[in-house]
């Protein structure tokens, strides 16, 4: 869940991003897993949903390093993958702000950095 304000607007990456309004310092908490917000489930569970709800999730979530599927329960969902991010997602649970973020700019992460599914994107450390 994001503890920062955001809204969505449109993206020079791709359709919608994640933008902040106020400035983030550098190493400021941006985002943390929160279950009352944020839901993880098992491949097993994901199969048992209907379709086409089960393609729709896979778009938004992304598979952690103990194999369960994650999805962000308000805008994280739509942050936009950059490999020079201003992010850092590299502790799993918790994303702080990798330098000093602008206001107005829009939010980035480097998937490959919690996504096991993101291995497609190039190389980087998943875990």
């Known amino acids: 869940m994001f503890l920062i304000p955001t ?15 106020f400035a983030i310092p550098k190493g400021a908490l941006i985002w943390q897993f929160d279950p009352r917000a944020d839901w993880k489930f098992t491949a097993e569970e994901l199969k048992r949903m ?12 992304y598979l952690d390093r103990d194999g369960l599927y994650l999805l962000c329960g308000d805008n ?27 206001a107005g700019e829009e939010l980035t992460s480097d998937y490959r950095l ?14």
């Open 7 to 21: 809204y969505l607007a449109a993206s020079k990456i791709q359709g919608l991003g994640v933008f902040t309004p």
């Open 114 to 127: 919690f996504d096991q599914n993101s291995a497609a994107c190039g190389p980087g450390p998943l875990f």
């Open 50 to 61: 209907p379709e086409p709800f089960q393609t729709r999730l896979k778009i938004y979530c």
């Open 76 to 102: 994280a969902r739509y942050v936009n993958h950059a490999e020079d991010s201003n992010c850092d997602d590299t502790g799993g649970i918790v994303t702080v702000a990798r330098r000093d973020i602008r």
